[in-house]
């Protein structure tokens, strides 16, 4: 697990409050049911608080798995 | 894991709670109010929830309890009144940890350690009588700061917990409390939810009876931390200043897109026009001439009020009750030719399963039967017909997280077609509208939505090109 995925997972663990989640990439609003609109806000607010970004209006709805938020984060610039 | 308690919220609960909290925002107390919220409907107070959890953890213990030395809790998902949830205790110990759940989802997470009692000196005032909520935004949100009193009425308490009322020291029972009012209340204040509280007692408490304040920080989605602080007591709490209703265009505003008299031969009744979709194609027919009239269920006042402001403007509009599951006689002049759906239950997922049929039911009971029984009943008085039902682009888009709304939806085109087939003087549009700006929509996230007016008139526009005229001949 790199260093990204590991702060990328704590920010899931934190959102969700569960210090046992692990996080891949397949992990999605289908896959869990409490991953709501809250649980997305505090995603997006930890990812930016988090890594210095900032995602657009489309980001914040696209970003519906936990590979997808890594692929957001990638495309700004995070890890690299 | 073991549950110790479940429970179904209710009105008179509320109540209770409110009158000792001093927490009175109308999401969890007025029905009208509630529905527009993002829950769509009377929502408990968190830290009710995490009072009956400590309730119904402490009555199921052997040993006493004397103080807190400190509390946490996450508020996950809000639970509405008529819900089942339940109290189960993960951890037994000086350093406990509770789950508030319904069905299988995780309302919220309580977590903490009791310690001795600690005493106050200081009487604590009982409540106040209640005030308005506070309206904040959120360029006033990041400076905010301010004291509240803590408020006590032991009897009143202890009545409603009386093993919590008992085991731990006023103070710290009022600050729990005052975090309540002081998010529903004060700060954010009206259109807020409260989603976590970290709470540190000290080994001893002494000052002025008071809870002070500051916000710690806010985000762009309303997110705030608020830094508290009081007699022996220290923390932070979580809220999120949540969206106001939304409020549509105002007649004067759709006045430009409507031509003059382009709906005068429709005398429209709008099923639901108290808001959203149906106050603004109230607001459009009106403006081309119709003479409207509008229906509500809960909403008299907000009915009343678009009436009023359609009035204002020289245009016709009434406002009516109107029960459509059971559905009677409008008292109007004239029978009504044109008759537009908009009646609708809150529109949410239910994530506990992949197909809710509870779910489904209460969407069926609006979008199919009663949407037909009131075509029925508007039919005995006009034989041909024009209905303007609302469908769903989410038809399409296959939306994930409303397979029942979908569904529903679906069965109601479907009764669409065949009452069409059945009547042949009925005519009926059903046009699959996108994701549009109305409470329904109201969600944290921003999100790109098209222009309702624009595209309401266009449908009704639609529609009337195809409508049976008053003389009952078919249009073009």
């Excluded at chain 2, 710290?172 to 509280?197: K, N």
């Excluded at chain 2, 997110?223 to 949540?242: K, N, S, V």
């Excluded at chain 2, 029925?376 to 397979?403: C, G, H, K, R, W």
Aim: overall charge neutral; charged content about 20%.
């Amino acid at each position: 697990m790199t260093l990204i995925d590991q702060r990328l997972q704590q920010i899931f663990r934190e959102a969700f409050d569960d210090d046992k989640l692990t996080v891949t990439d397949s992990l999605s609003p289908e896959t869990m049911p409490e991953w709501d609109s809250l649980a997305q806000v505090k995603l997006i607010v930890g990812c930016e608080e988090e890594f210095g970004v900032k995602f657009t209006i489309e980001e914040t709805v696209e970003t519906t798995s936990a590979g997808k938020f890594k692929a957001v984060l990638a495309l700004k610039g995070v890890g690299r | 894991m073991k549950i110790v308690a479940d429970r179904i919220f209710t009105p008179a609960d509320q109540s209770d709670f409110a009158a000792v909290s001093g927490d009175f925002n109308p999401m969890h107390m007025d029905e009208v109010a509630a529905r527009r919220s993002l829950f769509g409907a009377p929502v408990v107070h968190g830290i009710h929830l995490l009072c009956w959890a400590l309730e119904s953890w402490l009555s199921s213990r052997n040993r006493a309890a004397a103080g807190l030395e400190r509390l946490t809790a996450t508020f996950h998902r809000g639970v509405l009144l008529g819900q089942t949830v339940h109290t189960s205790v993960l951890s037994d110990a000086e350093e406990f940890t509770l789950e508030i759940g319904r069905d299988r989802m995780k309302i919220a997470s309580i977590r903490g350690k009791l310690g001795a009692r600690v005493a106050f000196p200081e009487m604590l005032p009982p409540m106040e009588r209640a005030r308005a909520c506070r309206i904040m935004d959120s360029a006033a949100l990041p400076q905010a700061m301010g004291s509240l009193p803590l408020w006590y009425c032991a009897p009143d308490v202890i009545r409603l917990f009386p093993q919590l009322g008992t085991a731990l020291p006023p103070f710290q029972l009022a600050a729990i409390l005052a975090t309540t009012r002081l998010v529903g209340m004060e700060c954010p204040g009206l259109h807020s939810f409260y989603s976590t509280m970290k709470l540190a007692f000290a080994s001893e408490a002494s000052g002025s009876p008071r809870m002070n304040y500051r916000v710690a920080a806010a985000d762009r989605f309303g997110g705030t931390r608020l830094a508290i602080e009081g007699p022996g007591f220290q923390g932070e709490l979580g809220a999120f200043l949540r969206p106001a209703p939304r409020a549509q265009a105002s007649v004067r505003e759709l006045e430009p897109l409507v031509e003059a008299g382009e709906f005068s031969e429709q005398r429209p009744v709008v099923i639901g026009g108290s808001r959203g979709l149906g106050e603004i194609a109230a607001k459009l027919l009106a403006l081309g001439g119709a003479d409207v009239t509008i229906t509500y269920y809960l909403g008299k006042k907000d009915a009343e009020a678009i009436a009023a402001e359609i009035a204002a403007a020289g245009k016709r509009c009434a406002a009516a009750h109107f029960d459509a599951h059971h559905p009677a006689p409008l008292a109007l002049p004239q029978p009504q030719q044109h008759l537009y759906y908009f009646a609708t239950p809150q529109i949410a997922s239910d994530r506990t399963t992949v197909f809710s049929e509870e779910r489904f039911a209460e969407y069926c009971r609006y979008y199919v039967g009663s949407f037909a029984r009131t075509l029925l009943e508007f039919a005995q008085q006009a034989p041909a017909l024009n209905v303007f039902y609302p469908s769903t682009v989410f038809l399409d888009e296959s939306a994930m997280d409303l397979p029942e709304y979908c569904a529903a939806k679906a069965a109601g085109e479907e009764v669409c077609k065949r009452l069409a087939r059945r009547f042949p003087a009925w005519h009926i549009y059903a046009p699959r509208l996108p994701r549009l700006a109305t409470d329904q929509n109201n969600g944290l996230l921003p999100a790109r939505m098209q222009d309702i007016a624009i595209v309401m008139l266009r449908h009704l526009r639609a529609m009337q090109a195809h409508s049976y005229p008053p003389d009952g001949k078919r249009g073009p």
